[in-house]
C-alpha cells in the first residue's frame, strides 16, 4: 500500500473505491457487530480493520505527499 | 465519505461497551483517529482551493476563504508535509496494533502516532487559528489516538 501513486490514490478515493472496499470487509464486520449486541469482534474481523486503517492512511499519504510536491 | 462516518458512528458507539477486549477498543478508537484525520486532510484541501480538482496535486491557494484565513501556498505545503507524515505513522501504528495483543508491551509507533498528530494540531493552531471546523476535525483525530495509546498502555 506504501507504494501507491498519487493518481492510484485519488482513484480510490474519488471512485469510492476505498470505502467500496471497506464496505466489502467491514459489512460483515458491522453485521456481526450489530447482530451481535455489539458483541467482541474476532481476531480476523479486528485485522480486516486494521488493514483498512492503514489503506486509507496510505492512500491519503499519496495525495498529501502529491500537494507538498514530492 | 457518508460510509466512512456510518462506520465511525457505529465503532464510537460500540466502543463504548465497557465489557469489550482492550484490543478491540484501541482498534475501534483508531479507526475513529484515522476517519477524523481524512476528514481533516479533505477539509484542509477545500479551504485551500475549493475549486481545484481534488484529484491533482493542489499547489495554489486561492478564493476569499484561503485568503481570509491566510492560507499561503508555503502553509499548504508545509500542513501537507505533516498530513503525510501523519498517515505514514497511522498506517504503521495500524500494523502494530494488528499484531499486538492484551499484555504485551505498548508498540512504539502508537506514541509517535500521537505525537505526530499533535505537531501537525500545535501547526494548525499556530498557522491558522481561525479554522475552527479544522482544528476541531484535528483535535478529534487527536483525542482518539491518545485513547489508543492509553489502552495499550502507551505512557
Known sequence: ?70 | MKVSGIVLTLALFSGACASLPAKQKAVVSLQASELALEGAHETERNLCSPTADKTQPITHCEGVTAATLQLTDARHQQLATLFSRAFEAEGKAAQALKAWQAGEPAPASLAEYRKVIQDTLDAVLAGLPNAATLIAKIKAAVDSAAQTAALVGVK
Do not use: F, P, Y
Open chain 1, 1 to 70: 500500500m506504501n507504494n501507491l501513486t498519487l493518481a492510484q490514490a485519488m482513484a480510490w478515493v474519488q471512485a469510492g473505491q476505498l470505502l467500496v472496499a471497506a464496505g466489502v470487509a467491514t459489512a460483515k464486520t458491522i453485521r456481526a457487530w450489530i447482530t451481535g449486541n455489539h458483541g467482541e469482534l474476532s481476531e480476523a474481523q479486528l485485522d480486516e480493520i486494521c488493514d483498512l486503517i492503514a489503506a486509507g492512511a496510505a492512500a491519503h499519504k499519496a495525495i498529501a505527499d502529491g500537494d507538498a510536491g514530492r
